[in-house]
């Protein structure tokens, strides 16, 4: 009978863990970044404006645990199409570790959304752009603002998750994240550090900064947001381009075919996989020296398409 009751408590704890019952985000409130804490001057937000400014503009959203340097190519080129570009650093990113450890996703997208809302009074036209977790954000504003005024003109992400593990799916990425919320009772992050970049050149991958080791009070907050993100895929009804690649792994490609799936009322919606060669994860597609002018005039003849349209 013993063993019964322990493997029912087991049972019991791991499902608390992996489908985050009752989960609330704890921390709420609005966060400022500040700028002169940052590790890096690399991981300054982008701001490349127009004088006078442009009547189009673009967002670009950074990863989960990214900075803006990601977008530094995608930003210049967007730039030098005539876009006002703007790539805020999201409160709790780069700066040190331990500004992550109790910040979650709700402050993370309150504090874009609140950009957003700022920029979209400004421009006649006004995209956002995510990679990672910012395009899952991506996605979130497009459920959030379509059909309102402050409505998107078009949306583009990258290798955006609505989900980390999906076992009716076979996309195990990490067994791991299943045990994330029992490992954040304990610590808010695993062998957490800062990254500068390799010395070894890959690609355009040894440039990435930002912060490396496992942080796992912010990953449950992230896969708890993206249950609801999944679930409203169909409140987008504004232009959506999504690229991901069938390599990637950071996160499972099957996410690709889930947003083509659920979101139905995205129009037009474009689904662009790709196939890269290389020994990077295959994620950060926006960095890498082999696909980024490609994906990059895709993008941007994408969003002259709807603008014009």
């Not at 896969?223 to 009804?237: D, P, V, W």
Request: hydrophobic share 40%; net charge negative; proline share 6%.
């Amino acid at each position: 009978m013993i063993y019964i009751i322990i493997i029912i408590i087991l049972v019991a704890v791991l499902g608390w863990s992996a489908q985050l019952w009752g989960y609330r985000d704890k921390h709420t409130e609005p966060l400022r970044v500040n700028l002169d804490q940052v590790f890096d001057a690399r991981c300054l937000p982008i701001l490349l404006e127009h004088d006078p400014p442009a009547k189009k503009a673009i967002i670009m959203a950074h990863g989960y645990p990214s900075t803006p340097y990601a977008f530094s190519y995608a930003a210049q080129r967007a730039y030098e199409a005539g876009y006002d570009v703007f790539v805020p650093l999201l409160p709790g990113f780069g700066t040190k570790p331990e500004d992550l450890y109790n910040t979650t996703f709700t402050q993370w997208y309150n504090f874009l959304t609140s950009f957003y809302r700022e920029k979209r009074s400004q421009y006649d036209y006004l995209s956002v752009l995510g990679t990672s977790m910012g395009g899952a954000m991506t996605l979130r504003i497009g459920e959030d603002f379509s059909g309102t005024p402050e409505t998107p003109d078009a949306l583009v992400t990258i290798a955006a998750p609505v989900f980390l593990n999906d076992l009716r799916l076979g996309a195990i990425q990490n067994w791991g994240y299943y045990l994330m919320r029992i490992i954040a009772l304990f610590t808010p992050a695993l062998k957490p550090n800062i990254h500068t970049g390799d010395d070894e050149v890959n690609d355009g991958n040894e440039l990435w900064i930002g912060y490396s080791g496992g942080f796992v009070r912010g990953g449950v907050s992230l896969m708890h947001a993206l249950k609801g993100i999944r679930k409203n895929l169909n409140r987008i009804t504004v232009p959506l381009l999504s690229f991901h690649d069938e390599g990637d792994k950071t996160i499972s490609f099957k996410n690709l075919a889930v947003i083509q799936a659920e979101a139905v009322n995205a129009y037009p919606f474009v689904a662009r996989p790709t196939a890269m060669q290389g020994t990077h994860r295959k994620h950060l597609l926006l960095m890498y020296y082999s696909v980024q002018e490609k994906l990059t005039d895709e993008i941007l003849e994408f969003l002259e398409e709807q603008r014009r349209s």
